[in-house]
């Protein structure tokens, strides 16, 4: 059930006297189980005695999300090998929050297979300036023969 539908009915059996566990017994029973929890139900018979009877969210403080799913999906369909340290770095926001979204629009599992892809060493590479730099070390070093 809808929260914003729920709320009237709290007020109205509030104002008739019903105590919270009744409440929410009774809105269970007839809207299903686990419609409204018994806490719930007595948070908002605290406030309504304390003289609060606006149903309304209230607006909170705190930091607004201004996150932008298009723009990361737009980036992950350009560049399919990005990790999330570069989509973070891009989009202004932290690892976590972009795995988080990446989780959400069921794409995780694409960039953590880049970034393991990226983690795999080039051996070829490795070997080839290992062999380079022993080259330029035996042309440096003078031979002295006994």
């Not at 999330?84 to 960039?111: C, F, H, M, P």
């Not at 290992?130 to 440096?140: A, G």
Request: with cysteine.
């Amino acid at each position: 059930m809808d929260k914003k539908l729920l709320r009237p009915i709290l007020l109205y059996e509030y104002k008739n006297g019903l105590k919270a566990a009744e409440t929410a017994r009774s809105i269970n029973e007839a809207f299903g189980p686990e419609t409204v929890k018994e806490r719930t139900v007595r948070w908002w018979f605290k406030k309504f005695k304390n003289g609060c009877e606006n149903l309304e969210d209230v607006d909170r403080t705190g930091r607004p999300t201004e996150f932008n799913n298009n723009m990361l999906i737009q980036i992950l369909d350009s560049e399919p090998g990005i990790t999330s340290n570069d989509l973070a770095e891009r989009l202004k926001v932290t690892r976590v929050t972009v795995k988080q979204y990446l989780r959400k629009i069921g794409r995780l599992n694409e960039v953590e297979t880049a970034e393991k892809v990226k983690k795999v060493p080039d051996i070829k590479n490795k070997m080839k300036s290992k062999r380079t730099l022993q080259m330029e070390i035996l042309n440096t070093k003078e031979l002295v023969l006994p």
